[in-house]
């Protein structure tokens, strides 16, 4: 598999798991979810706590939806590649902040790994997008 597929498979997978993990949970299962995360209470059911984690699962789609953009010509994307590294990088280092600040529990660093596997894939296959790459 030449390093311009892997990359592209790598996006698709990565589009798939945050809509999937993130986008839909978020949506239709944030009592579990976050349960499984060490949240419990009766915040989650708050109307508000409720609107926001809707809102961070749509964010979560526009990011898996511009993963598959990019998987469909990574060359002509490259800038919006970059773009995704940098969002991705700045969620890991909140993930881990807030759960070294205690403001999240330790699971969360789950998620944290979940984005620092496509960060560090996509920053690997990085050097070998070009326009000469065109597969």
């Known amino acids: 598999m030449t390093r311009i597929r892997l990359l592209k498979a790598t996006l698709w997978i990565s589009a798939l798991a ?12 944030h009592r579990p ?3 499984t995360l060490g949240i419990h209470g ?11 984690l809707q809102l961070i699962g749509v964010l979560v789609m526009g990011y898996a939806v ?5 998987a469909s010509d990574p060359p002509r994307y490259r ?3 970059k773009v995704i590294l940098a ?4 969620c890991i280092a909140i993930f881990i902040v807030s ?29 070998a997008v070009t326009r ?3 597969a």
Do not use: C, K, R
């Open 18 to 29: 945050e809509f999937v993990y993130f986008s839909l949970s978020h949506w239709f299962f």
């Open 33 to 35: 979810f976050f349960n």
């Open 42 to 52: 009766p915040d989650l059911e708050s109307p508000f706590v409720i609107s926001q």
């Open 66 to 70: 511009m993963n598959l953009v990019i």
């Open 79 to 81: 800038p919006l590649l």
């Open 87 to 90: 969002i991705g990088a700045l």
């Open 99 to 127: 759960v070294q600040t205690g403001t999240l529990p330790v699971m969360f660093l789950v998620n944290a790994a979940l984005v620092l596997v496509q960060v560090a894939l996509v920053a690997i296959l990085l050097p």
């Open 132 to 134: 000469q790459d065109v």
